[in-house]
C-alpha cells in the first residue's frame, strides 16, 4: 500500500499550493486513494476519496475543498452533486464524459488504470469533468494521452517501471508529460513527489473498459 505526500504547486508561478498526504491500494474489486489536503500554512485544506472499478471507471469520488464538497460516481457518463459551504444549495450535473479530474495527483493515477495504454496503442482522447479549487467548479475539457516510454529502473526492491505519458489540452493545444510508476505520480506540472513510505503496486494490466460514452474517446492521427 503506497503511503506519502505530494507537495502541490501553481502551475504558472510555481506558487507552492500545499501538500497531499495520501495512501493508496489495489484491492479485489478495483483501486482506490484516500488522501488529506494541507495549504501552505499546515492547516487542513480538503481531502480526496476516490474509488474505481476494475475496469478503472469511478464509482465513487468523495471531494473536499474549504466548505466545498463534491460527491460523484460513473452513471450515464459521470453524475455529481456539489454543495455550496452553507450546505443549503446543492446543485446536480451530469455530464457525457469518461472520469473525473482535479488538482489531485488521483485523477492522474485513475486515468491511466481507465486507459492501460501501452507503447504500441495511439494517443487515446478523453472527456473529462474536472473540479478546480478552491471552490470545485465543474468544467468539461477533452484531452490526449499517450505512452511515449517506459523504462525500468533498478531498486533494491527490484525493478521500479517509470512511464512517461504525454498529456495534451485539446482546447489549449498546450502539452504537458507525467511520470508515473505504477499507482505513484513521481513528477508532472504542479506536483512533487516528496515522501514514500512503500513502493509503488504495480501498474494495472490488461484491457482498458470500452470506453463508448459519447462522444467517445477517438485515437488521434499518428
Known amino acids: 500500500m503506497p503511503r506519502g505526500r505530494y507537495s502541490l504547486h501553481d502551475l504558472h508561478d510555481h506558487t507552492p499550493l500545499g501538500e497531499e498526504h495520501f495512501h493508496c491500494a489495489p484491492g479485489p474489486s478495483g483501486w482506490r486513494y484516500v488522501s488529506q489536503t ?5 492547516d487542513h485544506f480538503g481531502s480526496v476519496d476516490l474509488a474505481l472499478d476494475e475496469l478503472g471507471r469511478p464509482i465513487r469520488l468523495e471531494l473536499h475543498a474549504a466548505s466545498w464538497q463534491v460527491r460523484g460516481a460513473a452513471l450515464e457518463g459521470v453524475t455529481w452533486v456539489r454543495t455550496d459551504p452553507t450546505g ?3 446543485t446536480e450535473g451530469n455530464v457525457r464524459a469518461h472520469t473525473f479530474s482535479g488538482t489531485s495527483p488521483a ?5 491511466t488504470r481507465l486507459l492501460r495504454l501501452t507503447l504500441a496503442s495511439p494517443a487515446t482522447r478523453v472527456r473529462v469533468v474536472t473540479f478546480t479549487d478552491p471552490v470545485l467548479a465543474p468544467r468539461t475539457v477533452d484531452q490526449s494521452w499517450a505512452l511515449v516510454n517506459s523504462e525500468a529502473h533498478a531498486t533494491d526492491n527490484g525493478p521500479l517501471i517509470v512511464d512517461e505519458y504525454q498529456v495534451s489540452a485539446l482546447d489549449t493545444g498546450e502539452r ?11 513528477a508532472a506540472p504542479g506536483i512533487e513527489l516528496e515522501h514514500l513510505e512503500s513502493p509503488p503496486s504495480p501498474r494495472a494490466q490488461g ?4 470506453l463508448e460514452t459519447s462522444p467517445g474517446p477517438r485515437q ?3
Do not use: N, Y
Not at 176 to 186: R, W
Open 38 to 42: 494541507t495549504s501552505p500554512s499546515g
Open 88 to 90: 443549503s444549495h446543492a
Open 107 to 111: 485523477f492522474l493515477l485513475a486515468m
Open 176 to 186: 504537458h508529460t507525467v511520470h508515473i510508476a505504477g499507482d505513484v505520480v513521481l
Open 207 to 210: 484491457d482498458p473498459a470500452a
Open 220 to 222: 488521434d492521427p499518428a
